[in-house]
Structure formats: C-alpha cells, structure tokens
C-alpha cells in the first residue's frame, strides 16, 4: 500500500467524521500531492526500477517482498521494480478496495491474467472446480483446455438452475477428487443468470476441511463494484476485467482481484513471478476512469431500462435477457433481489429467426457499434453464438440458452431516444 494510502486511511479511521462516500474519493484516495511536487493528478511513474537510499533500505525491502521476514507493525512493501510494485499501481489499487469494502487489491494487463493467475494460485493438481455455466468465452477455454494440463479438472453447473443445480453438480464433483475451489460469474455472460453466491458460500463451507477451506471467487465483471458487492454475501475473492466498467472508454486492457489481505498477497506474488500485472500506463487511465465511474454506470443503468422496454414491445424480439425485468415469482427474483442494488446496463435479446435474421439486425446497426467488450461509453452489441462463445460446442450453447437468435448489447452514455431509433430500424431489417 502507498503511504499516501496509509495516510488517507488513518485519517478516515480516526475519531467519529463522517467517512466520504466512495465516488468522493475516487479523486484523491491514496495519494499525498506534496509527496510529487504538488501535482494535483498522480504522476505517471514509468520506470521498470526504484533507487533505494542505502543498502540496508535495499536489503529490507527484498527480505518483505520475497517473504523471508514477516513485515513490521507500520512497514509497507518498498517500492523494489515495476514487477513487483509501481506507486501508480498502489495507489489504484487502494482506491479499488472501496466500493467493494476489500482489505487488499491486486491490479493486473487483463481480466485473463486476473482470472489464471487467481486460480493457478489458489487450485493445486488433482483439485477439482466447480463453475457456473454460461462463462465468458476466454474463461471457458481456460478452464477447458488449459487447466487440465496442470492436473486440474472442473465441472459446470446451469447459473440459472439455483441451488438444485449447485447440489447436482457437487455429487458429480465428489467421486472426482477434492472441491479446490467455486467460481461464478452473476450475472453469465451473456445471458444474464444469477448465481446465489450466499448458497456457494455454504456449499463451500460444507466442503471443507480442517486446514483446507473452499474459497468462492466472483467474476463481478457485468454489475461492477457499484451494482453488486460479492463480498458481502460470502465470496472470498472478486474479480473485474477492469477493461469493462472500471476502465469505461474502450481504451485499456485491465484486469483486478479483490478480497482479504491474505488471499490477495498469495495471488499478488504469484502474478510477481508470472508477470502479469498492470503496467503504470494503465494503473494511470484506471485512475482517471474511476472519477467518473458512478457518472457512467448510472447513466448506463438508466438508458438500459429504456432500451430494455422498448425491445420487450418488438414484435420481432421474442425473448429477451434483462435483470430490469424480473418479476416476483421468477426463479431468479428472489437473487437479485438480495445480492444486487441495479440491473446493470446489459442487455441479451433473441430475434424472431436465427442467425441470419440476427446478422441482418447487426449489420444494420449505424449508431450502436459492432463490437465485442461491453461496459465502455459508446453502446456495443454482438453475437455470441459466433463470435465471444464461439468455442462452445453448438450442443453446449443450446443447452446454456445461447441460441443462433442471441444479440448481447451493451448500453452505453447516448441519448436513449438515439440508441431505440437505431434499434428500430436496424430490427426493421429483419
């Protein structure tokens, strides 16, 4: 942690003010101007290495970061190599642990090496992992095919199909080896299910054993830190391909990890030697996005229920995927009615035909672009059968509701009333 970090924090901790709200301070958390020549923005620290004072400063430093002594009461991590710590990156990464209350935070190139890393870490051969079902389709693949290279196997389970799912799914597990650890990702990607995280939990915790806990990590990349808060309902770790809403302009590649210190510090020095942390550039864009995250996440929440309702009219859209539109009775109700505080701002919906009545409505689109990702400014829409779950069996799809039909989109600042105009005439093309 920076020590503008330790600062900030000692001051939000001391006596009974009032605490500021997160979005307040996304300006300045963790990070001290005079420390930088009074700089009101933090500097973009590129360097790949750090001066130490003396030798004996050197000398401890390495002993804290290679774990060869337990660090003081008041001692942080030095700042060593850009490897190991970068003062943009700590800084970051104090301001991240906020809105999901996290006690640690660790910042990586991409939400893929925040994923393999989190799971090389914690999952060991011979370890079992039992997942949600639909996942993004880079996760799919990980878990697929190269996990299993290093003795770790893994079975899914439906995100919609509730705790029976969750149960079915384990007395598959048991025969197979040790429960290493559950991943979820609520809501899927790209149909928008809900995975009970508090009923993961407890499966968990049923599983484990003296000196070999169960951890359940979230891929919370759909709802953000601010529309769904994992940790809160049991989850050990939360992950953000911080590409998405974190980073919002289509313009960065970022991934984060999110939970206790001492999870966080075990996948914190296996992305050390592997690698795969954030470069100060990005730690830098991060920052500036974060200021305004609430700004867009809320204007992207509020044009999604517009666009939302007028496709639930469409007479050329047959099904469509929105958490705005749960209703009580609905299996799915009663989750999101615990877990999440929005909807969020993605949108899935089935044309009436398949897939080329499906690429007539993308090919048509003039405001909204044709793009994967999601969670940026500008609104994105494409087509996962082919094209982000394109590794998925056409077997597999079906069965997880990824049907031929499927449009995913992503909603983003516009005008709503632009973004339902261009949705009308490009569905009128089909």
């Known amino acids: 942690m920076s020590e503008g970090g330790r600062e900030q924090r000692d001051q939000r901790g001391a006596g009974p003010t009032r605490q500021p709200h997160p979005e307040s301070l996304m300006m300045s958390y ?3 101007p005079h420390r930088s020549e009074g700089a009101l923005k933090s500097p973009i620290f590129q360097t790949s290495t750090f001066v130490f004072k003396t030798a ?3 000398k401890a430093f390495f002993e804290v ?6 660090k003081g009461p008041s001692e942080a991590l030095g700042l ?3 490897r190991l710590n970068n003062p943009d990156l700590e800084i970051l990464e104090d301001r991240l642990t906020l809105w999901d209350q996290a006690e640690a935070c660790a910042v990586f190139e991409s939400g893929m090496a925040a994923i393999a890393t989190t799971l090389l870490e914690l999952l060991s051969p011979g370890d079992l992992l039992l997942h949600s079902e639909p996942l993004y389709g880079g996760t799919e693949y990980l878990l697929g095919h190269i996990l ?3 003795g770790i196997q893994h079975v899914g389970f439906r995100a919609d199909g509730g705790v029976g799912a969750l149960r079915e799914a384990l007395a ?7 429960l290493g650890a559950i991943f979820v990702e609520t809501p899927a990607n790209p149909t928008n299910a809900l995975v009970d995280i508090a009923a993961c939990r407890a499966l968990a915790d049923a599983q484990a054993s003296p000196g070999a806990t169960v ?12 529309w769904q808060h994992p940790l809160q309902h049991g989850a050990d770790l939360v992950i953000y391909s ?8 289509s313009d960065l590649i970022a991934g984060a990890c999110l939970g206790s210190r001492a999870l966080v510090e075990r996948v914190r020095t296996l992305r050390t030697f592997l690698g795969t942390m954030a470069g100060p550039w990005t730690g830098w864009l991060l920052m500036r996005s974060l200021e305004t995250l609430k700004l867009r996440m809320t204007c992207q929440m509020k044009n999604a229920r517009h666009v939302a309702d007028f496709l639930a009219d469409h007479p050329k859209v047959q099904r469509l995927y929105y958490l705005g539109h749960l209703r009580e009775g609905d299996p799915q109700w009663a989750i999101y009615r615990q877990q999440c505080l929005a909807p969020g701002s993605v949108i899935a919906f089935e044309v009436v035909g398949g897939e080329a009545e499906a690429f007539r409505l993308l090919n048509a689109l003039k405001l909204v672009k044709l793009a994967v990702s999601l969670g940026g400014t500008e609104s994105l829409a494409e087509h996962p059968a082919t094209m982000t779950h394109a590794d998925v069996s056409a077997e597999q799809q079906r069965a997880l509701g990824i049907e031929p039909a499927l449009v995913r989109l992503s909603v983003g600042v516009e005008h709503p009333d632009d973004l339902i105009a261009d949705l009308a005439q490009a569905l009128a093309v089909v």
């Not at 970061?65 to 337990?70: I, V």
């Open 30 to 32: 963790g990070y001290d």
């Open 56 to 58: 004996e400063e050197g």
């Open 65 to 70: 970061a290679y774990g060869l002594r337990e």
């Open 80 to 82: 060593i190599y850009s």
């Open 148 to 150: 299993p290279r290093f």
């Open 172 to 178: 598959r597990v048991a025969p197979l080896g040790r």
């Open 215 to 226: 951890p359940v990590i979230v891929d919370n990349t759909f709802l953000g830190p601010l």
């Open 242 to 249: 911080a590409t998405k809403f974190l980073g919002g302009h």
